[in-house]
Structure formats: C-alpha cells, structure tokens
Nanobody, 125 residues
Framework: QVQLVESGGGLVQAGGSLRLSCAAS????????MGWFRQAPGKEREFVAA????????YYADFVKGRFTISRNNAKNALYLQMNSLKSEDTAVYYC??????????????????WGQGTQVTVTS
C-alpha cells in the first residue's frame, strides 16, 4: 500500500506560479512511476504529467508543455509539479498517482494503482 498526500494548492492570479508537492509513504518510492492528473468541475480526470522511476524521463500533456515541470526526489519520497504561467483553465483539483513498476509514461486513470486526495488550484483572471 502506498499513501499519497498532496499539498501546495491555492488561489493564484493568471500568470502566476504554484508548486504542488506529493508526499509518499508506505513502500519504496523509487519503485513507482508517478503522475499528476487534474479534474475540473463537471469534467473527467485528465492526465497532466508523468515521470519515470528515477526522474530521468518526463512526459506532459500538450496543454501544459513549456509551463509545468514534473520532478521527484526519491530520497525524500516526494513528487513535485511546478506550475508557471497559470491560466484560468488550469483551475482544477490536482491529484498525484502512483503505479508500481518501470512502465512510466502512463496517461490513463485506470493505469495507476494509488491516488492522493487532491489539492485545489484556483486561477483567477
């Protein structure tokens, strides 16, 4: 079992930045591929970014490329999402997710085994 707890969400003006964190516990963090997803009101949960086991490789949804950066610190059992140049359409609950194994560029909700409770990001225009 892996427990994931997100933090760092909040209210920010368009063009601003936020850094989300996801603290993991329970199992060896470096054995898990990690991802960030988001869900806006009335919409399905969608893929944002993914990162490989040791953080060497990353993959992003087209709508965040060049603005968001996913990273991880396996020594701290932590996953991050640096969000810059935020837009009102980035408003959503952001979730971190974990999947055991080296298959890492996963974009479907069903491909992940564990989820955090989410953190709200609200971008005002």
């Amino acid at each position: 079992q892996v427990q994931l707890v997100e933090s760092g969400g909040g209210l920010v003006q368009a063009g601003g930045s936020l850094r989300l964190s996801c603290a993991a516990s329970g199992r060896t963090f470096s054995n898990y591929a990690m991802g960030w997803f988001r869900q806006a009101p009335g919409k399905e949960r969608e893929f944002v970014a993914a990162i490989s086991l040791i953080g060497r490789s990353t993959y992003y949804a087209d709508f965040v490329k060049g603005r968001f950066t996913i990273s991880r610190n396996n020594a701290k059992n932590a996953l991050y999402l640096q969000m810059n140049s935020l837009k009102s359409e980035d408003t959503a609950v952001y979730y971190c997710a974990a999947r055991y194994g080296s298959n890492w560029s996963l974009q479907n909700v069903d491909q992940y085994d564990y989820w955090g409770q989410g953190t709200q990001v609200t971008v005002t225009s």
